[in-house]
């Protein structure tokens, strides 16, 4: 989490992409304009989607450490976003609102029920923000592509999103079920990453100095702009999109890996 942006910083790049995000969805055609990334959603349903993230999100980190995700009270009702183009925004809104009160009430340092609990991520509120930056962020590109106006993501959200989807997402116990790998990830604004794959897990570290003695070679490596890389492992972009050297194919094996 080196360099990772301060607390109120990730309550504001929540706030600003969500922000985004509505003013997209309110320049579109319609509502039932598809989205190419979530082949089976229209913008409609991308909105139900981040919204219904941000409330139970809310929810749980209003509820602080727990065994299982915060039930959203009155969820039949606070879930159903209306179809109506103006309450859609509204409700959206005050979805992301209920997350940042919730985040800003809790601190983050405040523990709390997530889904990542053997990654290199903690289990608290800051964590949770930090995600939620990159989960807004990938929906805000969402949505412009479905309008046809795709931006690239801002440079303090892209640099963080590449760690935290590493840590997050990618880092865990259970054993890769192939033979060990290293593979190493490159954003041109100069910072690398460096996964380390075995029957271990998966654990995020740097890689070594260029020259820096009996350095271990990495077995496949990806370089972009961060935001490019962000957006391939979001699976938002191919992975053909960035400069890949070594054996490409073991980023086909880390897409399709689902740990246990």
Known sequence: MENTPHYPDLL???GERSTVFRATVASAPSLDVQV???????????VQHLGGVHRRW?????????????VVADA?????????????????????????????EAGPDRGCWTWWGDSQSSQTCGA?????????????????????????????????GVDEFLTTCCATTSA???????????????RSWR??????????????????????????SARGTAGELVLTLYGRIPA?????????????????????
């Open 12 to 14: 504001r790049l929540i």
């Open 36 to 46: 190419p990334t979530c082949p089976e959603w229209t913008l409609f349903d991308l």
């Open 58 to 70: 809310a929810a749980t980190t209003a509820a602080g450490p727990a065994d299982a995700p915060a």
């Open 76 to 104: 039949e009702t606070a879930l159903a976003a209306p179809r109506e183009r103006e309450a859609l925004l509204t409700w959206s809104a005050a979805s992301t609102q209920a997350l940042l009160e919730s985040l800003r």
């Open 128 to 160: 949770v923000a930090r995600h939620q930056v990159q989960e807004a962020a990938t929906h805000t590109y969402d949505a412009q592509l479905a309008v046809g106006a795709p931006q690239s993501l801002p440079d303090d959200v892209a640099l963080d």
């Open 176 to 190: 890769w079920p192939h033979e060990p790998a290293v593979l190493d990830f490159h954003a041109a604004e100069g």
């Open 195 to 220: 996964l380390l794959l075995s029957a271990a897990g998966a654990r995020v570290t740097r890689p070594p100095a260029p020259g820096a003695s009996a350095a271990t070679t990495a077995d496949a």
């Open 240 to 260: 053909d999109s960035l400069e890949l050297d070594g054996d490409r194919r073991l980023f086909d094996l880390l897409k399709a890996w689902e740990p246990e």
